[in-house]
C-alpha cells in the first residue's frame, strides 16, 4: 500500500467518525429522548427501549452483527470492515450520549424531530459516500443497490415502514408511528440530496482557437477525458471543431479556471446530465 492510498483510507475514516458523530447526536440527542420511533436498527432498537429498557447502543450492536456479515459477503470486505468500524463505534457513541442526556436538547417535539432527522441524513451521507454504513437498513439499502439501480433514500425508506407501523401496535399511538415517517422521510431525502449533489454531473461544450493547449490541460491537470467534435459555423459556414468534456459538477471550476487562463475568448456552455455511466463515472447496474 503507497502512501497516496494511506491518506485516502486516513480521509476514509475521518469523514466516516465525523459522520458518526453528527449522526449520533442526531439519534440520541433529539430523536430517540423524544420518543420518537424511526426505522432500521435505530427504530427496534428504540422500541426494546423503551419497552424493555435494554442499552440501545447493546441492541444496535447485537442486531447489527448478522447483517455486518452479509454486508461484507456480498458488497467486499473493504465495506465490511469500515462498516464493522462504524458499527461499534456508533454503537458505543449512542450508550455514552443516551446515558448522559435525560431528555431531547430540544423540548419541542415537531424542532426535536426535524433537527434530529436532518442531522441524521447528514452523517448517514457521509457515512455511506466513504464506502461504510451504520448498519440496519442502510447496508440492506447499500446491498440491493449494488445490484439494481434504486435510489438508497427511497430504499431505506420501504425497509423501514414496515418497522415504524410496527411500533403502532406497541405503543398503540397513531402520533408515535406519524413522526416516525416524517423523521424517516426527512433522514432519507437528506440522504439522497446530499449523495446525488455529489455525483452530479455536467456537460460542458468548449469552443476555442487554442484546442490543443486546452485539450493537454484537462487531460492532465483535471484528468478527465475530452472528446473533438467536428461541427460548422453557421454564420460563417466555416469547419470548427468543439470539445465536449463530462465531469463531476465540484471539477467544473478547475475547467473553467483553466479555459480562463489560457483562453479568454473562449465560447463556453454548460448543462447538467442527469446520469453518466462508465469509466470514471457510475457503472451500469
Same mark, same amino acid.
Given at each position: 500500500?503507497n502512501?497516496?492510498?494511506i491518506?485516502k483510507?486516513?480521509?476514509?475514516?475521518?469523514?466516516?467518525?465525523?459522520?458518526?458523530? +453528527?449522526a449520533?447526536?442526531?439519534?440520541a440527542g =433529539?430523536v430517540i429522548?423524544?420518543?420518537i420511533?424511526g #426505522?432500521g %436498527?435505530?427504530?427496534?432498537?428504540?422500541?426494546?427501549?423503551y419497552?424493555?429498557?435494554?442499552d440501545v447502543?447493546?441492541v444496535?450492536?447485537i442486531?447489527n452483527a448478522?447483517l455486518i456479515?452479509?454486508?461484507?459477503k456480498?458488497?467486499?470486505?473493504?465495506?465490511?470492515v469500515k462498516?464493522?468500524?462504524?458499527?461499534?463505534?456508533f454503537s458505543?457513541?449512542?450508550?455514552?450520549i443516551?446515558?448522559?442526556?435525560d431528555?431531547p436538547l430540544?423540548e419541542?417535539k415537531m424542532m426535536a424531530?426535524?433537527?434530529?432527522?436532518?442531522?441524521?441524513g447528514i452523517?448517514g451521507?457521509?457515512?455511506?459516500l466513504?464506502?461504510a454504513?451504520?448498519?440496519?437498513?442502510?447496508?440492506?439499502?447499500?446491498?440491493?443497490?449494488?445490484y439494481?439501480?434504486?435510489?438508497i433514500?427511497?430504499m431505506?425508506?420501504?425497509?423501514?415502514?414496515f +418497522?415504524?407501523?410496527?411500533?403502532f401496535?406497541i =405503543?398503540?399511538?397513531?402520533?408515535t408511528?406519524v413522526? #416516525?415517517? %416524517?423523521?424517516?422521510?426527512?433522514?432519507t431525502y437528506v440522504i439522497?440530496v446530499?449523495?446525488?449533489?455529489t455525483k452530479q454531473?455536467?456537460?460542458?461544450f468548449?469552443f476555442s482557437?487554442?484546442q490543443d493547449i486546452?485539450?493537454k490541460?484537462?487531460l492532465?491537470?483535471v484528468n478527465r477525458?475530452?472528446t473533438?467534435?467536428?461541427a460548422?459555423?453557421g454564420f460563417?459556414?466555416?469547419p470548427?471543431?468543439?470539445m465536449?468534456?463530462?465531469v463531476?459538477?465540484s471539477?467544473?471550476?478547475?475547467?473553467?479556471k483553466?479555459?480562463k487562463?489560457?483562453d479568454l475568448d473562449?465560447?463556453?456552455t454548460?448543462?447538467?446530465?442527469?446520469g453518466?455511466?462508465?469509466?470514471g463515472?457510475?457503472k451500469?447496474?
Open positions: 500500500m502512501f497516496k492510498e491518506r483510507d486516513v480521509q476514509s475514516y475521518f469523514l466516516i467518525t465525523v459522520g458518526l458523530i +453528527i449520533t447526536i442526531g439519534w =433529539f429522548p423524544s420518543k420511533v #426505522g %436498527i435505530m427504530g427496534v432498537a428504540t422500541i426494546i427501549y419497552t424493555f429498557g435494554f447502543g447493546l444496535s450492536l442486531l448478522v456479515l452479509v454486508a461484507t456480498l458488497v467486499g470486505m473493504s465495506f465490511g462498516t464493522i468500524y462504524t458499527v461499534i463505534l458505543l457513541s449512542l450508550t455514552f443516551t446515558n448522559i442526556i431528555g430540544i419541542e424531530m426535524l433537527t434530529g432527522s436532518i442531522l441524521a452523517g451521507s457521509l457515512i455511506i466513504n464506502g454504513s451504520a448498519g440496519g437498513t442502510e447496508s440492506i439499502a447499500i446491498i440491493i443497490t449494488k439494481k439501480n434504486v435510489s433514500g427511497k431505506i425508506l420501504a425497509l423501514d415502514s +418497522i415504524i407501523v410496527s411500533a401496535f =405503543f398503540w399511538e397513531i402520533e408511528m413522526y #416516525g415517517f %416524517i423523521t424517516m422521510a426527512i433522514f439522497d446530499v449523495i446525488s449533489g454531473t455536467v456537460q460542458i468548449i482557437k487554442k486546452l485539450k490541460h484537462i492532465n491537470v477525458g475530452v473533438i467534435i467536428p460548422k459555423g460563417t459556414d466555416e470548427i471543431e468543439m465536449m468534456v463530462i463531476l459538477k471539477e467544473s471550476p478547475h475547467i473553467l483553466i479555459i487562463q489560457i473562449a465560447f463556453i454548460m448543462g447538467n446530465v442527469m453518466v455511466y462508465g469509466k463515472f457510475d451500469i447496474k
